[in-house]
């Protein structure tokens, strides 16, 4: 049975198990991964090298799902609006990999080639280089904020006292659950880009 | 020893020791809570009404550091930035609270009048009624969004490969830490409200 254990464990199994154990727990213990594995810590780093390398590995077996951005600068607001929907897509899966993965640098190679592509399409817009990386950073913020919203509740306000008429009069015109998610993530997404956009044409 | 327990389990001691299990474990269990605080589930159930009662009053006793916004629809956009500064920084406090407040329905008193007061803001400013709930989502979105990214290493990013030029020469050029997830906030705060701006002008 050990040995057939000990056959079993690969790379992929591990990443599995690992997934499992973080959409179940929002946690990662090498303990509890070998536990699940029926196997021990060491021969989980026989295969990999510890937490954060499973973690690494993991965002890269998630974000391989985001299709990466073409070069084209013509269309470069519409190639990040496409990334952006992929990419909150893809995390929205595992929103308790969020946590864990925005604790660590970022290494793995098919991310980075997305990460490197809006880079591009930034600088493509007219973003000046040392911008890029807090240009990045504001679109992943939102993007993985949203990706997370898509795990709020239907009601995700309630209001049960009657001395807040805006909150409450909004919340009886709004869109709900899933709907209002979505219509959030399009309108931020406009806004940030029209932001982006008369930006760099006040600084033309 | 378990009188002396019985008599120290009040509300407060509750929830000290339930931010603890979320801080370092990132996950609340009751079972995990009442071994914390040496008592059972049940003389737990006394006194607050379960997992989800006790992640709301976290959410209420975190976001009791935010400040108010004030009613001046003359500053509506400084009010807004005032908040999510505020906002951010609380939740930054308590990250591994993030997704399991984003997961359960908002009834938190003190947090509800600070988006009563947002709502109220996003009117003054021109915004629809019917727009305000996913216009505070958006807010929100990118306000916890960026609250992870306070947890984020210095290096967000480690280019170990030679075919992506953009993102190393971007690296090399950009601020780090701290510094650069400030200065992402900012711009994507800046971002935001100047496409909301540009957006209602477009619309009036």
Redesign the interface.
């Known amino acids: 049975m050990t040995q057939r254990r000990m056959r079993l464990l690969t790379v992929e199994t591990i990443l599995d198990a690992a997934l499992v154990c973080i959409d179940e727990?929002?946690?990662l213990t090498m303990t509890e991964l070998a536990k699940k594995l029926g196997t021990t810590a060491s021969s989980v780093y026989h295969h990999l090298d510890g937490r954060a390398a499973i973690i690494e590995a993991l965002r890269e077996r998630v974000l391989s799902a985001v299709e990466l951005p073409l070069m084209d600068s013509s269309s470069w607001d519409v190639q990040i609006r496409s990334w952006m929907h992929s990419f909150r897509h893809a995390m929205a899966q595992h929103?308790?990999l969020?946590?864990?993965a925005?604790?660590?640098?970022?290494?793995a190679?098919r991310a980075?080639?997305g990460?490197?592509r809006i880079?591009?399409l930034l600088?493509a817009a007219g973003v000046a280089?040392?911008?890029?990386?807090?240009?990045?950073?504001?679109l992943?913020?939102?993007?993985?904020?949203?990706a997370?919203?898509l795990?709020?509740?239907d009601?995700?306000?309630?209001?049960?006292?009657e001395d807040?008429p805006?909150?409450s009069?909004?919340?009886e015109?709004?869109?709900r659950g899933r709907q209002?998610?979505d219509?959030?993530?399009e309108?931020?997404v406009?806004?940030?880009?029209?932001?982006?956009r008369?930006?760099l044409e006040m600084h033309r």
Do not use: H
């Not at 992943?140 to 949203?146: I, M, P, R, T």
């Open positions: 727990s929002g946690q929103p308790n969020i946590p864990l925005m604790e660590q640098t970022i290494t190679g980075l080639v990460y490197d880079a591009g600088q280089p040392k911008y890029v990386i807090v240009w990045l950073s504001v992943e913020c939102y993007a993985l904020g949203s997370l919203d795990a709020a509740p009601e995700a306000w309630r209001v049960g006292r807040l805006t909150l009069n909004a919340l015109l709004a869109s209002r998610a219509e959030a993530f309108l931020g406009d806004a940030l880009l029209l932001g982006l008369t930006r």
